[in-house]
Structures are given as C-alpha cells and as structure tokens.
C-alpha cells in the first residue's frame, strides 16, 4: 500500500489572496508615490502575512519581503522532509533550528535571481548512535523538498548534530 501511494502522480493546488496595501492616496503616479506594502491570507489560515519589497526597493524593513518568504519556504520544506525521514528511520529529534541564508544578485535590467541557498539546520536527537543518519538524512530530505525540486540552483546543506 506503501509503495502504490508514492507511485502515483498526484497534483496539489494551493490558494491565497495577495492585497496590496500601499496605495497612498496617488496610486502608482511615480516610483516614489506608493508603498510597496501587502498582504497574504488564504482561506482557514490563522493569520496574515504582512509584507513589503526589500528595503533596497523601498520596503518596509519591517515586514517580510519575497525573498525571505522564498527562503523560509526553502528552509520550512526541508525541514519537514527532515523530520518525516527522522521518523521513518527511528531518529528521535528534540530541536531544530535553521540559521538558513541566501544571495540574490540583480542584473543589468533590475531583474535578479538567487544564485545560492545555505541551510544551517542545528539538529538536537536523543543518543549519540542517532548523529551519523541524522547528518545523512539531510541530502535525502534536500532531493525531497518540492521547493528545493523547483529551484534552479544547488542548495548546501550544513548541519550540525548533538545530543540532548
């Protein structure tokens, strides 16, 4: 049963609202009339996510920005795949913490693109004979990730594995 669950193709589809926010009374007149505020909700969530361009584009510093919900999207994904593979493999972990960074160069035309991910995952397990698998796991949970899947990059993958 296992086994024929994987081996179909299945197709998720995800939903969410994206509204802006930033509209200050001239609308987008010029590149310094509006703010470049929004927010995500989606239906039976919790919460929104406010958000804003990198401060570099005129961003509200304190609000995510798409770059770090692309990167956390990164980090969150491996780190369930982790887990679930930790599970599998009778890997007892008790903390998880990634310190993940990323690099995004723009180009001539003020396009741009990450060129690079680095997860730091600092992984806590129960007994010392658990490190070695723990520490493998990570390349296996990097070739499931369906986000690491759709970048166009190579994702490093640093961890760093002790017992509680």
């Not at 956390?72 to 913490?97: E, F, G, P």
Request: aromatic share 10%; charged share 25%.
């Amino acid at each position: 049963m296992k086994a024929e669950y994987y081996l179909k193709m299945k197709k998720h589809q995800y939903k969410l609202n994206l509204k802006w926010t930033g509209d200050e009374g001239k609308g987008t007149l010029n590149y310094k009339s509006y703010n470049r505020n929004y927010k995500i909700s989606a239906e039976g969530k919790n919460s929104e996510i406010n958000g804003s361009a990198d401060p570099a584009f005129l961003g509200d510093k304190s609000k995510y920005n798409p770059e770090d919900l692309f990167l956390s999207s990164i980090a969150a994904c491996h780190m369930l795949w982790y887990l679930h593979l930790c599970s599998t493999h009778k890997i007892i972990v008790v903390a998880y913490l990634d310190n993940a960074t990323g690099v995004m160069e723009e180009t001539s035309n003020g396009s741009g693109k990450f060129t690079e991910v680095s997860l730091n995952p600092m992984v806590k397990v129960t007994e010392e004979s658990m490190i070695s698998k723990a520490n493998e796991l990570h390349k296996e949970a990097g070739r499931m990730c369906f986000i690491a899947n759709s970048c166009n990059f190579e994702i490093g993958y640093n961890p760093t594995t002790i017992v509680v």
